[in-house]
T-cell receptor
Framework: EAQVTQNPRYLITVTGKKLTVTCSQN?????MSWYRQDPGLGLRQIYY???????DKGDVPEGYKVSRKEKRNFPLILESPSPNQTSLYFC?????????????FGSGTQLSVL | RKEVEQDPGPFNVPEGATVAFNCTYS??????FFWYRQDCRKEPKLLMS???SGNEDGRFTAQLNRASQYISLLIRDSKLSDSATYLC????????????FGSGTRLQVQP
């Protein structure tokens, strides 16, 4: 089954404790991206990757890191989480269809930083 | 001004009603447009792409008005299962294949 697998689903941590949210896709998509979703603000892009070893900042990259060592995996790293990073996070990969982008999303990670 | 704006709602409609949402975008160079559906705290899923000529998928019709820079979604014969948040999504064609999401319009279909 074609899917984007994101883990964990829920995560509670404390300020400053490094964490990684994993994301893996089995569709051989070149493009992958991370979003955060906050009430009233919609989804905002954190980082994206056009291909292996090619990553770039999105709209809200501060406090986050990513890596793309393999095509299927795109982990999101918070080196020193802070309470303002409490949010719902989605990983996505994309198939460039004839009409533009179709994004496939992971099931989300609800992160709480205390 | 937000790049993609939607009325947050909620739109409360009875079953069987017809409901329409609009979404405005600020970048006239935007190239492609989509409606995604998101159930509470779950991942967004593509509902339909929006073509220049307008397109229909069953009870759903999407329209694009480039001159006025808005897209619309019409839902006919609303079902309880249509209750969700509808996200307007715009590809601004900046070369980084980034999509800009509206904050969403919440629809609640009532029996």
């Amino acid at each position: 089954e074609a899917q984007v697998t994101q883990n964990p689903r829920y995560l509670i941590t404390v300020t400053g404790k490094k964490l990684t949210v994993t994301c893996s896709q089995n569709m051989n998509h070149e493009y992958m991206s991370w979003y955060r979703q906050d009430p009233g603000l919609g989804l905002r892009q954190i980082y994206y990757s056009m291909n292996v070893e090619v990553t770039d900042k999105g709209d809200v990259p501060e406090g986050y890191k990513v890596s793309r060592k393999e095509k299927r995996n795109f982990p999101l790293i918070l080196e020193s989480p802070s309470p303002n990073q409490t949010s719902l996070y989605f990983c996505a990969s994309s198939l460039m269809g004839a009409s533009g982008e179709k994004l496939f999303f992971g099931s989300g990670t609800q992160l709480s930083v205390l | 001004r937000k790049e993609v704006e939607q009325d947050p709602g909620p739109f409360n409609v009875p079953e069987g009603a017809t409901v329409a949402f609009n979404c405005t975008y600020s970048n006239s160079a935007s190239q492609s447009f989509f409606w995604y559906r998101q159930d509470c705290r779950k991942e967004p899923k593509l509902l339909m792409s929006v073509y220049s000529s307008g397109n229909e998928d069953g009870r759903f019709t999407a329209q694009l008005n480039r001159a006025s820079q808005y897209i619309s979604l019409l839902i006919r014969d609303s079902k309880l299962s249509d209750s969700a948040t509808y996200l307007c999504v715009v590809n601004e064609g900046t070369g980084r294949r980034a999509l800009t999401f509206g904050s969403g319009t919440r629809l609640q279909v009532q029996p």
